[in-house]
């Protein structure tokens, strides 16, 4: 039986504490990109594995309709890196036939000389259509 409450309580919790279903589509279409800069950020050692690094990137909503991008595949992959992220959560908001451009940092699995290669790297992002509130 008191498993029971404590299952009714969790659930009661997570419906009264969400403003509605919230739910992303992938599109298929991929969202053109490119690194305009890249750099160590001042956070934190470097290593030849891995480096906190900043990036300037530029991508186009070549749609339709409103979209974000959380992260984008480079075209040409820098050794130990295929997959470059933009921004966490609901992503960059982009709206339709726009483009937008982005400074992030994240801890990246590749070492000083491959974020030197990063800029002018073109990029394919992935848009999400999110259904419902974004995430936040």
Known sequence: MRVLATACLVVAL???CSDGATTGELLSTPFPGSVLSAGEANRGPCT???????Y???ITNPTDGDANVQDCGLVLPVAGL???PVMGIAGLSIPSNTTRTV???FLLP???QQIKALPGRELACTGIDWHGHEPI
């Open 14 to 16: 997570l419906v009264s």
């Open 48 to 54: 030849q594995a891995r480096c906190m690094a900043t």
């Open 56 to 58: 300037r990137v530029r």
């Open 82 to 84: 295929g997959r470059l």
């Open 103 to 105: 400074t992030a940092t």
């Open 110 to 112: 590749i070492g000083p």
